[in-house]
Structure formats: structure tokens, C-alpha cells
């Protein structure tokens, strides 16, 4: 299998349709957030507070760049993983890019009672979320090679859209 990577806004569901995904198909995940905070032995919210969130970016980088042997991996990225343009060429090269996309209203509603992504901290509003995702939605869509969206479907409905997907287009 090619490794299947997973993109999309904060709150699309990245990391439970990547780890129902993984069981399923019995591979291997890497959650690049979760190798962060491994690897600087700090909470992501840590970062942001302490380094900044241009040391962020420069670990999420340097973390996707040590994935280069990686195979047979469903790699789940945090939403920000497409505002450089290395990381988009490098996704590109090591897998297949799956865009999760959902309203900003569900977005809302699925992270409202969350503390944990340092962005929205102080900005748990539509308006915030939507221009986010304005600014970010070409991104997201050049990075793509294709996008499912969720939305008023349980995670078992879209983890079995996915793999009816990549067996129809043969990347399993
Ligand atoms: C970010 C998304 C977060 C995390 C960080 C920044 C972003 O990941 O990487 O808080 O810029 O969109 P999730 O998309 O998994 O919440």
C-alpha cells in the first residue's frame, strides 16, 4: 500500500478517521503532531506558548522530512501542514493526500469545549474559523489528490468510503 496521508482543517476528523482507518487495514500510524510532542517532549500548546509558533512550523518540517523511509503508513498531519510549500511537495512524494473537509459550523460545534489547539485558544468563533479556512482552502485543495467529506456521517460510514475509494483507484 502507498501511504495514505491525511490533511484537512482542525476539527475534520483527521484523527479518528486515521486511527479507525489504521485498524482496519491493519497498518502502521504516524501522527506527526504526536511524534512532535515525542520528540520535544513538550504538549503541542507548549510550543505555541513557549517557542512560538515559528518554531512549530520548523519541527513540523523537520518531522515530516525524517518520514522519508516510511511505507505502508496512514500519516495523519495537523492542519497547518499546508502553509509551506516544501511540506505540500513533500506529502506529494511519500503518499497519496486525502483533504477532510467540513463545515465550519460543524468544526465549531466538534471543538468548542476543547483547550488544546493554541489557535482557536482565543478565537472559538465562526467568524475566526471561517476566515481561517478561506485563507487556507486553496492550500488545502492544491495539496489534495482527493477529498471526502465529513459531514453528517459517522466515522465507520467515511473510514469505509475511504478504503471503497482507494481499492477502486487501486492504492491498496
Ligand atoms: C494547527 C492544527 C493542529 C496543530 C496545531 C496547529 C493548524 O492540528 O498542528 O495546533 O495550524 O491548523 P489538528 O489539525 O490536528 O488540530
Not at 114 to 129: H, Y
Not at 154 to 159: A, C, G, N, P, S
Request: proline share 1%; charged share 30%; net charge positive.
Amino acid at each position: 500500500m502507498n501511504n495514505l496521508i491525511f490533511i484537512g482543517f482542525m476539527g475534520t476528523g483527521k484523527t479518528s478517521i486515521s486511527n479507525l482507518l489504521s485498524k482496519k487495514l491493519n497498518t502502521k500510524l504516524i501522527d506527526i503532531d504526536i511524534l512532535i510532542e515525542e520528540n520535544k517532549k513538550m504538549s503541542i500548546s507548549q510550543i505555541f506558548e513557549k517557542l512560538g509558533e515559528d518554531s512549530f512550523r520548523n519541527f513540523e518540517t523537520e518531522t515530516l522530512r525524517s518520514l522519508h523511509d516510511i511505507k505502508n503508513t496512514i500519516i495523519s498531519c495537523g492542519g497547518g501542514i499546508i502553509l509551506r510549500k516544501e511540506n505540500v511537495e513533500y506529502l506529494k512524494k511519500i503518499g497519496t493526500v486525502i483533504l477532510l473537509k467540513s463545515k465550519p459550523e460543524t468544526i465549531l460545534n466538534r471543538l468548542k469545549n476543547t483547550v488544546d489547539r493554541p489557535l482557536l485558544n482565543n478565537n472559538m468563533n465562526l467568524e475566526f474559523i471561517k476566515n481561517k479556512m478561506n485563507e487556507r482552502e486553496l492550500l488545502y485543495e492544491n495539496a489534495k489528490d482527493f477529498v471526502i467529506y465529513n459531514e453528517n456521517k459517522t466515522i465507520e460510514f467515511v473510514v469505509d468510503e475511504i478504503i471503497n475509494k482507494i481499492k477502486k483507484d487501486n492504492l491498496i
